[in-house]
T-cell receptor
Framework: DTAVSQTPKYLVTQMGNDKSIKCEQN?????MYWYKQDSKKFLKIMFS???????INETVPNRFSPKSPDKAHLNLHINSLELGDSAVYFC?????????????FGPGTRLTVT | RKEVEQDPGPFNVPEGATVAFNCTYS??????FFWYRQDCRKEPKLLMS???SGNEDGRFTAQLNRASQYISLLIRDSKLSDSATYLC?????????????FGRGTSLIVHP
């Protein structure tokens, strides 16, 4: 069973389009994250949700909007895609955020904007 | 100054060698520390947590030096399968939550 899953695995789209990436975890964790890993392999946190509540919102353009319908899902919607959005997006989860547990990552979504 | 800094490498070592990586962090309020491993085109996976007293897991030893604000990872008897990027992660307390900050990673290549 996949613990943290993301769809799609690859996404190629044109500038200006709107796209969504879905993430689901079956670990029963309370906290989920979105990270962006750019071409220089720098992994940077974008958002974190704890039990459907937004708790971390780093400096991310408001074209990026996370949505958590329940604590097992955290989706990422991106409006008006730009070339600079090309990266690998990782979803992750951890048991909770009040204690610094380790995180479990999904396989990543490789987004290419042309 | 970056919050979490690592030498990107690559560290190119023969099988059986001992290799060590350091990671420095700038925020003295940092609370917890981890090493992750990331293989090419894969997701990061936890290698080990880093405790104040230092900890060992087989061939891997992690150390924390709070006074100098760095953590280290030592790999003994390197295997070909150890080739990967090693990411240092520092969790900083912010309100009631922890914010994880990743270093850029250190690339290790173990050759026959």
């Amino acid at each position: 069973d996949t613990a943290v899953s993301q769809t799609p695995k690859y996404l190629v789209t044109q500038m200006g389009n709107d796209k969504s990436i879905k993430c689901e975890q079956n670990l029963g964790h309370d906290t989920m994250y979105w990270y962006k890993q750019d071409s220089k392999k720098f992994l940077k946190i974008m958002f974190s949700y704890n039990n459907k509540e937004l708790i971390i919102n780093e400096t991310v353009p408001n074209r990026f909007s996370p949505k958590s319908p329940d604590k097992a899902h955290l989706n990422l919607h991106i409006n008006s895609l730009e070339l600079g959005d090309s990266a690998v997006y990782f979803c992750a989860s951890s048991p909770e955020t009040s204690v610094a547990y380790e995180q479990y990552f999904g396989p990543g979504t490789r987004l290419t904007v042309t | 100054r970056k919050e979490v800094e690592q030498d990107p490498g690559p560290f190119n070592v023969p099988e059986g060698a001992t290799v060590a990586f350091n990671c420095t962090y700038s925020n003295s309020a940092s609370q917890s520390f981890f090493w992750y491993r990331q293989d090419c085109r894969k997701e990061p996976k936890l290698l080990m947590s880093v405790y104040s007293s230092g900890n060992e897991d087989g061939r891997f030893t992690a150390q924390l030096n709070r006074a100098s604000q760095y953590i280290s990872l030592l790999i003994r008897d390197s295997k070909l399968s150890d080739s990967a990027t090693y990411l240092c992660v520092v969790n900083m307390r912010s309100g009631g939550s922890y914010i994880p900050t990743f270093g850029r990673g250190t690339s290790l290549i173990v050759h026959p």
